[in-house]
């Protein structure tokens, strides 16, 4: 395919009156369909959310407006989901997205994110399994005991850093 489009326009019958050269550019939506697919070839080979909700928006032929109106999501929002501007995503509009991409919303979760969906359980999981008390356990990583308290009961997300130190500490 050449590099210009021409257009020929004329208000007569006979002859173009005017003659318009515009180059063409390639729709980005294909440039990023062709480095998602290069990279990876199934959803269970990508390991963030972000580059899950690239790659399947991707798949899908959508542009970012389409996906961040469908979920309710300004643009530059949903862009920063892409970018990976985040740690952690709202489940709610995460659904949304999922439903649109046809897929179960737990696809769309990184381990982290995934983690944070059942937070309060697994907080209190791993710390029973190991044998803390709440007290015990925010000593153990450095935190108050109240934030301890907050995550199991849902009232506050335990930051990525902090969820990769409980990792490294207590395996699952």
Excluded at 42 to 53: H, N, R
Excluded at 57 to 71: G, H, K, S
């Amino acid at each position: 395919m050449g590099e210009n489009l021409t257009i020929f326009y004329s208000q007569g019958r006979f002859a173009p009156k005017y003659i318009h050269r515009v180059p063409l550019r390639r729709a980005k939506r294909q440039c990023d369909a062709a480095l998602c697919n290069l990279q990876y070839r199934s959803l269970e080979d990508i390991p963030t959310t972000a580059e899950k909700l690239r790659w399947l928006r991707c798949q899908r032929n959508l542009f970012q407006i389409e996906v961040a109106d469908y979920a309710g999501l300004e643009r530059s929002t949903y862009i920063g989901y892409e970018e990976g501007a985040r740690d952690s995503y709202p489940l709610d509009k995460l659904a949304l997205i999922a439903e649109l991409f046809q897929v179960p919303v737990d696809d769309l979760l990184d381990e982290y994110n995934r983690f944070l969906a059942r937070q309060g359980e697994e907080v209190r999981t791993i710390r029973q399994e190991s044998g803390f008390s709440q007290e015990g356990f925010a000593a153990v990583l450095g935190v108050s005991e109240s934030a301890v308290r907050r995550w199991e009961n849902g009232k506050a997300r335990m930051t990525k850093g902090i969820w990769e130190r409980v990792m490294a500490s207590f395996p699952l």
